[in-house]
């Protein structure tokens, strides 16, 4: 199956930094991918679509300014979370759907852990 | 709006068949997949039901009807390593949205 890469894929920072998380397609590739936030024993909640050559399109709630996303090339997503809070420390996962596109079968990244201090 | 219900818990025995429902409410419904993940990890895609009717894949089987908004999980002979949590997601207007999970355990 496809493969999709995340780094890093644990962070510590102090509060008010900003990190940035890669999501990459290694052996396909994708002209959307899609970044999820998972909280502790709950589900994946959908942040954005992530489009090459286009703006991300942000679920409703998600603070577009506060969680940017740009999607450089057709393997590439980045998430940049901006002066991070212990509120924003969660499981960030993004995704790749398989080729098609509509999203049925999509291929995981393994994960970032960010832990905000 | 969108959202999916599946039951918080469930509990089987080794060897044990065990199903997992999922009903869904969802605009432009395309499809109903199914992910399983252990805790720590990411989720690995398991099935998927575009159309009416049972997929099978080995041990797993997982069912659709659309006219219920409604899809279940099969897992056949269960073993202590499909102790995880199971998510069903709903595909519509190209972004797929997921349910709460439901958390297996399988004792022996």
Known sequence: ?117 | GQSLEQPSEVTAVEGAIVQINCTYQTSGFYGLSWYQQHDGGAPTFLSYNALDGLEETGRFSSFLSRSDSYGYLLLQELQMKDSASYFCAATGGFKTIFGAGTRLFVKA
């Open chain 1, 1 to 117: 199956g496809a493969v999709v890469s995340q780094h890093p894929s644990w962070v510590i920072c102090k509060s008010g930094t900003s990190v940035k998380i890669e999501c990459r397609s290694l052996d396909f590739q994708a002209t959307t991918m899609f970044w999820y936030r998972q909280f502790p024993k709950q589900s994946l909640m959908l942040m954005a679509t992530s489009n090459e050559g286009s703006k991300a399109t942000y679920e409703q709630g998600v603070e577009k300014d506060k969680f940017l996303i740009n999607h450089a090339s057709l393997t590439l997503s980045t998430l940049t979370v901006t002066s991070a809070h212990p509120e924003d420390s969660s499981f960030y996962i993004c995704s790749a759907p398989s080729a098609g596109g509509r999203g049925e079968t999509q291929y995981f990244g393994p994960g970032t852990r960010l832990l905000v201090l």
